[in-house]
C-alpha cells in the first residue's frame, strides 16, 4: 500500500504561485482640456482594446518595411504644410464652437434666474450687466466661429482631395509590403510557444489579464480628431505581485492621421 503524500497548506500555497501564471493591470487615461474651466483633467479611455503580443510588432513591421520592393510613400512638404494648417484652424474653431456654445448656454441660465425677480431689485440689476457682458461675448465667439468653419471649409476644398489621394497610395503600399505579416505572426508564436491575449478596458480604464511569465507587448491605439496615440508598450510579467501598466501620452507615440 503506497503511503499517501500531503503537502502542507503553505507548501501548496507556493506550489500553486510558482506554477500559476503571471497578472498585469493595465490602466489607460488621457489628459483632456475642460472647455468651462480651460484646465486639463486626466480621464480614463474605457472600451480600448488591448492586444498582448509575445514579440514586437513593430520590429516586424520595421523588418517588412526594409524589404519592401518600393519605399514608403511620403507627403511632400507642402502637403504636409497645408495639412498641418488644416489641423491648426479645425482645432481653433472646435474651440470657438465651443466658447460660443459656453456662453450662450449661460445666458439662457441667467435669463431663467433673472426672471426670478423685480426689475427694481438688485440682484435683477446684477444679472442684467453681467447678461449684457456674456451677449458681447457670444456675439465675439460667434464670429470667430463663423470666420474659423469659412476657413475651414476652404481648406477642406483644397487639401481633403489631396490627403485622401496620398491615404489611398498609403494603404495600397501596406497592402504589398506587409502582405505577409501574418506568416511572420504565425511563425513567432510558434517561436514563442504562446498565443495572443485580448481584452478591453473598462469605464474606469482597466484591464486585468492571466498571462503565462516572459517578455510581452501591449498594443493599443486611441483615435483623436486629427492624431492617433499608438501604444506598444514592453512588459516583463512573473508570477507573484500583478505587474502595473500605466498607458498615457508619456509613453504613446503620436502619430498624425490623414
Known amino acids: 500500500m503506497k503511503r499517501a503524500f500531503y503537502l502542507p497548506l503553505a507548501g501548496l500555497l507556493v506550489l500553486l504561485v510558482a506554477c500559476g501564471p503571471g497578472e498585469v493591470m493595465v490602466t489607460a487615461e488621457i489628459d483632456v482640456n475642460n472647455p468651462e474651466t480651460g484646465q486639463l483633467e486626466t480621464r480614463p479611455l474605457g472600451d480600448l482594446e488591448l ?10 513591421f520595421d523588418s517588412l518595411t526594409q524589404a519592401a520592393p518600393r519605399p514608403e510613400p511620403e507627403l511632400s ?34 435669463n431663467r434666474e433673472m426672471e426670478q425677480y423685480s426689475s427694481g431689485e438688485t440682484r435683477y440689476r446684477e444679472l442684467f450687466n453681467e447678461f449684457e457682458d456674456q451677449e458681447d461675448r457670444l456675439n465675439a465667439a460667434e464670429s470667430d466661429m463663423n470666420r474659423l468653419f469659412g476657413e475651414l471649409e476652404e481648406l477642406q476644398a483644397t487639401v481633403l482631395d489631396q490627403l485622401q489621394q496620398a ?11 506587409f502582405a505577409d505579416y501574418g506568416d511572420v505572426v504565425a ?24 498571462l503565462r511569465p516572459g517578455t510581452w507587448w501591449i498594443h493599443t491605439r486611441h483615435r483623436l480628431p486629427t ?4 501604444w506598444n508598450v514592453r512588459v516583463e510579467v512573473e508570477r507573484g505581485d500583478p505587474v502595473e501598466v500605466l498607458l498615457n501620452r508619456s509613453n504613446a507615440e503620436t502619430r498624425p492621421v490623414l
Do not use: H, N
Open 227 to 230: 492624431e492617433e496615440l499608438y
Open 167 to 177: 491615404r489611398l497610395q498609403q494603404e495600397t503600399w501596406e497592402d504589398e509590403a
Open 187 to 210: 511563425a513567432k508564436l510558434s517561436e514563442a510557444g504562446r498565443d495572443m491575449a485580448y481584452d478591453t478596458t473598462d469605464a474606469t480604464g482597466m484591464a486585468r489579464l492571466q
Open 77 to 110: 512638404a507642402d502637403l504636409e504644410e497645408r495639412r498641418q494648417e488644416y489641423i491648426e484652424v479645425q482645432a481653433a474653431a472646435r474651440d470657438a464652437e465651443i466658447e460660443w456654445l459656453t456662453r450662450r448656454e449661460r445666458l439662457q441660465e441667467i
Open 51 to 60: 492586444q498582448l503580443l509575445p514579440f514586437d510588432r513593430d520590429a516586424v
